[in-house]
């Protein structure tokens, strides 16, 4: 089976730092290009960032750039968000996506919660 | 970047069809074929129905199309059915090789 599942969400203060992780099963992740996107409570998606399936290409979104880098292991199927000087509007749920083109399969999300 | 514009809210009694408009600008919608459509129900991840304009995966129902005609592209819902009850979001590639979302719209079977 097809899966993504994300890992590493929490409660943290303004400024602090997280990792998230994203685990691919079920296909050759090596092969694919991954995205990020969050979404606020109650509010719509935003995509975060983009790595090739080579990680030659990345991209941020203006909201994020300097403050998250986004990686991958090939060897281990696991795709990273290294968070830092998280502020209270990077509380979102968080979903890795596998672009296919377009975004096909989805993991559950994780949750970051940025508070005081 | 600018989220993509649409309309907040849709809907439709079960069996019509309705069409979901996203309007972007030259930079994403109207400068390239790469306009996706999601679905998301409550609580759940988005799910993939249009991709490249016009294109459904594979296990999609025929019920969804998509189509584009300058810098607005469209979704088309045909035969509604109470599980079409959701959020829909476009999103679009960039000139900056970035994704730009629409706001999201929800539609409701009546």
């Known amino acids: 089976e097809v899966q993504l599942v994300e890992s590493g969400g929490g409660l943290v203060q303004p400024g602090g730092s997280l990792r998230l992780s994203c685990a691919a099963s079920?296909?050759?992740?090596?092969?694919?290009?991954m995205n990020w996107v969050r979404q606020a409570p109650g509010k719509g998606l935003e995509w975060v960032s983009y790595i090739s399936s080579s990680s030659s290409a990345i991209y941020y979104a203006d909201s994020v750039k300097g403050r998250f880098t986004i990686s991958r292991d090939n060897a281990k199927n696991s795709l990273y968000l290294q968070m830092n000087s998280l502020r209270d509007e990077d509380t979102a749920v968080y979903y890795c996506?596998?672009?296919?083109?377009?975004?096909?399969?989805w993991g559950q999300g994780t949750t970051v919660t940025v508070s005081s | 970047q600018s989220a993509l514009t649409q309309p907040a809210s849709v809907s439709g009694s079960p069996g019509q069809s309705i069409t979901i408009s996203c309007t972007g600008a030259s930079s994403d919608v109207g400068g390239y074929n790469y306009v996706s459509w999601y679905q998301q129900h409550p609580g759940k991840a988005p799910k993939l129905m249009i991709y490249d304009v016009s294109n459904r995966p594979s296990g999609v129902s025929n019920r969804f199309s998509g189509s584009k005609s300058g810098n607005t592209a469209s979704l088309t819902i045909s035969g509604l059915q109470a599980e079409d009850e959701a959020g829909y979001y476009c999103?679009?590639?960039?000139?900056?090789?970035?994704?730009?979302f629409g706001g999201g719209t929800k539609l409701t079977v009546l």
């Open positions: 999103s679009s590639y960039t000139s900056r090789s970035t994704v730009v």
């Open positions: 079920g296909f050759t992740f090596s092969s694919y290009s």
């Open positions: 996506a596998r672009f296919f083109p377009g975004m096909d399969v």
